[in-house]
T-cell receptor, first 117, second 113 residues
Framework: DTGVSQNPRHKITKRGQNVTFRCDPI?????LYWYRQTLGQGPEFLTY????????KSRLLSDRFSAERPKGSFSTLEIQRTEQGDSAMYLC???????????????FGPGTRLTVT | AQTVTQSQPEMSVQEAETVTLSCTYD???????LFWYKQPPSRQMILVIR??????QNATENRFSVNFQKAAKSFSLKISDSQLGDTAMYFC??????????FGGGTRLMVKP
């Protein structure tokens, strides 16, 4: 299967701990997106990369959050000093695309469910 | 900033019947894309259908079709011949620059046997 994969699928952590999630996009996709989805709500945009460059960050992405895509392939999302309000599903998506070019569909991974106790 | 509103938190439909999910959006852009995504229980989000704003013809994908009213900023999804496997959360989403998607709050659809 060559879809978007995310690891781990579930993470339970204590408040104040750091956590890191990984996303592997579809191999030919140069764009990678992170979203956060709380229970019963639609996903909210966090950040996105085109190749290795982080092009946009939401104001939701506080300074405790950092995302990287060092070689333009997989990406990691780290949350430092987790808070209970960080409990959510973290979704990764990928697509083709270039700045100013056509809009392509985003394909989503299964998500990482974070529970902060 | 764009906003997307889905006014129906929950809907139900009998198997084999037709159901329409509503979506409205607000934008000052002229060129944009609209999507419907389906999220089955405990499963990942999948694309159902997309519509380019510059196209007047409504998109269709098998049993799924949209009613795109650009002036009214409305983008409803019609599911014909509903199947049990259509039970899911449905999200309407907006994209105007090939970047982030802005999602509505979702409609939970239950298909009853």
């Amino acid at each position: 299967d060559t879809g978007v994969s995310q690891n781990p699928r579930h993470k339970i952590t204590k408040r104040g701990q750091n956590v890191t999630f990984r996303c592997d996009p579809i191999s030919e996709h140069n764009r990678l997106y992170w979203y956060r989805q709380t229970l019963g709500q639609g996903p909210e945009f966090l950040t996105y990369f085109q190749n290795e460059a982080q092009l946009e960050k939401s104001r939701l992405l506080s300074d405790r959050f950092s995302a990287e895509r060092p070689k333009g392939s997989f990406s990691t999302l780290e949350i430092q000093r987790t808070e209970q309000g960080d409990s959510a599903m973290y979704l990764c998506a990928s697509s083709r695309g270039t700045s100013g070019g056509p809009t392509y569909e985003q394909y989503f991974g299964p998500g990482t469910r974070l529970t902060v106790t | 900033a764009q906003t997307v509103t889905q006014s129906q938190p929950e809907m139900s439909v009998q198997e084999a019947e037709t159901v329409t999910l509503s979506c409205t959006y607000d934008t000052s852009e002229n060129n944009y894309y609209l999507f419907w995504y389906k999220q089955p229980p405990s499963r990942q989000m999948i694309l159902v259908i997309r519509q380019e704003a510059y196209k007047q013809q409504n998109a269709t994908e098998n049993r799924f079709s949209v009613n795109f009213q650009k002036a009214a900023k409305s983008f409803s999804l019609k599911i014909s011949d509903s199947q049990l496997g259509d039970t899911a959360m449905y999200f309407c989403a907006f994209n105007n620059a090939g970047n982030m998607l802005t999602f509505g709050g979702g409609t939970r659809l239950m298909v009853k046997p």
